[in-house]
């Protein structure tokens, strides 16, 4: 179980001081403002999306604790080139880990790959919100919103 829990946070560790996708894009057609003030976590998330609804290119530029940055980088490499209905639906099963309901999740949870190395902020309830921040934000820019908080 210790090594499990080495490779999880290595995992953190790697997104969170190398994100992936930290960028933005010049093309995208949404973007929203996603706020933590209990944390300070605060970035912005970038999509392209084409005319049927595909996630061409995702992005995120911004600060946070590394859980925050962790996940947003996670987030980017599972939705890219995957329908808006597949994003919502992976950021669904993806909350309901987080916050301990994954026996509520639909379908196979290994279809959360790396994000599964986040399962243990559900220990701590303050930091579910650093790690749902870039998902939340996300679709408040499918959903055509400015910005988003967790408070």
């Known amino acids: 179980m210790d090594d499990l829990r080495d490779l999880y946070q290595e995992v953190i560790l790697d997104h969170g001081k190398n994100p992936r996708n930290f960028r933005h894009p010049d093309d995208c057609n949404r973007q929203a403002e996603g706020d933590n003030p209990l944390c300070g976590d605060q970035l912005i998330v970038y999509l392209k999306l ?4 595909t996630v061409a290119d995702v ?3 911004g600060r946070g604790c590394a859980i925050s940055m962790a996940s947003a980088s996670m987030m980017t490499e599972m939705v890219q080139g995957h329908s808006e209905a597949d994003a919502r639906s992976l950021f669904d099963k993806f909350h309901k880990l987080v916050t301990g309901h994954e026996d509520d999740i639909d379908g196979d949870v290994d279809d959360l790959d790396k994000l599964i190395a986040l399962s243990g902020v559900r220990e701590f309830p303050m930091r579910v919100k650093c790690a749902t921040l870039a998902w939340h934000t996300m679709t408040a820019a499918m959903d055509g919103e400015q910005s988003v908080t967790t408070e």
Do not use: S
Request: hydrophobic share 45%; aromatic share 14%.
């Open 59 to 61: 992005a995120f530029e």
């Open 50 to 53: 084409d005319a049927d609804g």
